[in-house]
């Protein structure tokens, strides 16, 4: 069960606040792959963080009791002075490993990532994409009822995208996911239920079709 309650979440800027969602209460459904769309700025990465957990709504709250992934694919959400290994040593420890599973994540980690000397590098060194690959080889290394995907895809070159998808697939057999993605096509072969953010408020379709037509919609009528 997600479920939002009343979740409003803005930015300050000197022209005021910028709203992302406008006291949305909202409940998705449950054991559903669900795609993100909306026009750039509008918020999607932003709710991938409100539903991760590692951003907070500034009025009401967002209710949860599934083990939720972070949104693998998003550069921030490491600490920039530490190494690419000192990092995903410490979330393993958060997520409650012991030694040995420490070691056999890290190695996992290393491997999957394909980052080499990067990985003991500090992250701050790290390009865009490098850390897009350690989020997402870490986010492999456990088991989550729902992952979170940010333009995952749209990283690294042919071969890692293609292992990637890959192991969603794998993945996909036992859990499920909610994306963001500006690629239509692949929100539509992959999710079964679509949400649409536009001025502050969260819209929920059956479908994914039926979110990408209200979003071509609101395209040509701009």
């Known amino acids: 069960m997600i479920r939002l309650k009343g979740v409003t979440k803005y930015?300050?800027?000197l022209q005021g606040r910028k709203y992302i969602l406008?006291?949305?209460?909202?409940e998705l459904p449950e054991k559903t792959n669900i795609g993100i769309i909306g026009r750039n700025g509008a918020g999607k990465s932003t709710l991938l963080r409100l539903l991760g957990r590692i951003d907070y709504p500034n009025r009401g709250r967002v209710e949860t009791d599934l083990n939720i992934s972070w949104p693998m694919g998003?550069?921030?959400?490491m600490q920039g002075s530490m190494?690419?290994?000192d990092n995903a040593a410490f979330v393993c420890r958060v997520y409650g490993s012991n030694t040995e599973e420490v070691r056999e994540k890290l190695a996992f980690i290393y491997e999957f990532s394909e980052l080499e000397d990067y990985f003991y590098m500090p992250v701050k060194s790290y390009s865009s994409g490098m850390r897009a690959r350690l989020t997402f080889a870490m986010?492999?290394?456990?088991?989550f009822d729902l992952y979170l995907i940010d333009e995952?895809?749209?990283?690294g070159d042919r071969r890692f995208k293609e292992k990637s998808k890959e192991a969603l697939e794998e993945r996909k057999s036992r859990a499920n996911f909610i994306m963001a993605s500006h690629n239509m096509q692949e929100l539509l072969k992959g999710c079964d239920a679509g949400m649409f953010i536009h001025d502050g408020q969260l819209m929920l379709f059956d479908?994914?079709?039926e979110a990408v037509t209200a979003y071509d919609e609101l395209r040509m009528a701009s």
Request: proline letters at 4%.
């Open 22 to 26: 406008r006291d949305v209460t909202l």
């Open 74 to 77: 998003l550069a921030g959400g």
């Open 83 to 85: 190494t690419g290994r």
């Open 11 to 13: 930015y300050p800027t």
């Open 152 to 155: 995952l895809t749209a990283v």
């Open 207 to 209: 479908t994914m079709t």
């Open 139 to 143: 986010s492999m290394a456990f088991e």
